[in-house]
């Protein structure tokens, strides 16, 4: 299997975390399925994303003390492999897995996701549980020091045959469910040295089990030197840590896509991470909209779009009020979001950043110009600095759709609120 073509176009879809932190459970994940099938499908939108501790008993449930309650339950089959937690998904009982809930998902015409992370379940070492495929058990295919700072779910595995054995019967497992979209943690930043080989083995698992999935790396910032590697074995991977509703970090998303903006390709998407619009937190404890202004909102659904990130909603998509809805349909913005349209920065400053994008297969040329400051300002482009001879005659605006006649003028500009954009196609 190609592994690129996983992912013809950069994954748009909805993922729990945002909205249910660790706490989601069945009914709100086919509730939330059932509106991206009525409202968004048409537009692109297809995968629904079950994120971290779908195998953990009660979690949630000290949220004041701990996001990830120390020595929980975890549910776990005979072969060290993690499977739901049936109190909150119980379709999944008598072993039944994923698989009822994903194929729900697919007879509404979606995909079907799971986060998962690296490594092995530290209670299947302590028990030295059995490993399908192989005459090791856990403890022996463990490394006790390669453990995530933030989680204590699990071990680093060792680059062993056994070791492998491992992940190819986690990958055998996901592909009897039905998964079609894996999101795997603790990896990206290759904070623990075994996370490089680990990518590696993850890939050659998915390759192993038959069906097509793809391999989304987090957290990040990833690392540009290292990009070879990612795009060699992953489909998405974070360049950024954890993506919330901040300014600031909106802004420096600026920064990190003009350094990764040569490594969008078919099957290869450098990773903005979700977009925090809508109602979000409550798994958190608060419930809360959005802080971005609509401004900023149309600032990162434009930036997004352009660079090429993939798009992971992670609110309470049932809750979505029509102009947000109206942002996530907006299909003018939407069709720059294909490798076929190459992003290219022409500046960046503090006040300001101008992209352009070209898409050879349709010849449509974009422009897209932000004000990166907190007061309305001009933002001004030369025609002459997109190596254009002259201004195309004719531009529309993808979010308002007015016409805009250039007159061959040498520079356009334009004035712009604090935060706010304009993108323009010809």
Known sequence: MDKNAFAKVPPMGWNSYDYYDTTVNEAQVRANAEYMAEHLKDFGWEYIVVDIQWYAHKAGSMRDKHQ???FSKLEMDEYSRLLPDPERFP????????KPLADYIHSLGLKFGIHIMRGIPRIAAHNHSAVKGCAATADEIAIPNSICWWNPDMYGVTDTPQG?????????????????????DD????????????????????????????????????????????????????????????????????????????????????????LPLGYLGKGFGEERTTRFTKEEQRTMITMWCLFG???????????????????LTNKEVLSMLTPKCVPRQICLDENKAVWTAHNEETSRSYLALFNLSDEASYVSVVWEKLQMDEAPHRLVELWSGETV??????????????????????
């Not at 379709?91 to 994923?98: I, N, P, R, Y």
């Not at 990009?227 to 909106?250: G, P, Q, S, V």
């Not at 990130?309 to 942002?327: F, I, R, V, Y």
């Not at 007159?407 to 304009?422: E, Q, Y």
Request: glycine letters at 4%; proline letters at 6%.
């Open 187 to 274: 990896i990206c930043r290759l904070d623990q040295p075994s996370a490089r080989y680990e990518t590696e083995m993850l890939a050659k698992a998915i390759q192993k089990s038959g069906r097509p999935m793809v391999l989304s790396l987090s957290p990040g910032p990833a690392k540009i030197d290292w990009a070879w590697h990612y795009e060699t074995y992953a489909n998405m991977w974070r360049i950024t840590d954890d993506f919330w509703d901040n300014w600031k970090l909106l802004k420096d998303m600026f920064h990190r896509c003009e350094i990764w903006q040569r490594h969008v390709s078919e099957g290869c998407y450098p990773d903005c991470d979700m």
């Open 309 to 327: 990130s993939p798009l992971m909603l992670g609110c309470e998509m049932t809750k979505l009020d029509d102009w947000t809805l109206s942002l």
């Open 91 to 98: 379709s999944s009982k008598d072993g039944a897995g994923f």
């Open 405 to 426: 006649c250039t007159d061959t003028a040498a520079t356009l500009s334009v004035s712009l609120p604090p935060h706010g954009c304009i993108v323009y196609k010809w």
């Open 68 to 70: 990830y309650i120390p």
């Open 164 to 184: 492998q054995a491992y992940y190819d019967s986690i990958f055998e497992l996901y592909a009897r469910w039905g998964v079609d979209f894996i999101k795997c």
